[in-house]
């Protein structure tokens, strides 16, 4: 069983920084893509970067130079730096495992940038 937890959120003010973790059992984490997604209540679930095995992370262009993911296979986990946050990054901030056809989500963590 593919299991993913979130942790790292909180309030921040506006140009702080807050690191998000994803720490995954039950998987090859190594080989698996990951995601990091966020959602704001009556909007669809946007993505934020994503990093396939072997590959360097790709960004959304609202969080290019700010955001950077990174992961490391040896304590199956992934992380979010977030930098020079602003209050329109506050959202529930989700991590996604692929396998195959299947999509394994944490429960979320939210962040909250005050202006």
Do not use: H
């Amino acid at each position: 069983q593919v299991q993913l937890v979130e942790s790292g959120g909180g309030l921040v003010q506006a140009g702080g920084s807050l690191r998000l973790s994803c720490a995954a059992s039950g998987s090859i984490f190594s080989i698996n893509p990951l995601g990091w997604y966020r959602q704001v209540p009556g909007k669809q679930r946007e993505l934020v970067a994503r990093i396939f095995s072997g590959s360097s992370p790709t960004y959304a262009d609202s969080v290019k130079g700010r955001f950077t993911m990174a992961r490391d296979n040896a304590k199956n986990t992934a992380y979010l730096q977030m930098n020079s946050l602003k209050p329109g990054d506050t959202a529930v901030y989700y991590c996604k495992e692929s396998l195959g056809s299947r999509m394994y989500w944490g429960q979320g963590t939210q962040v909250t940038v005050a202006s």
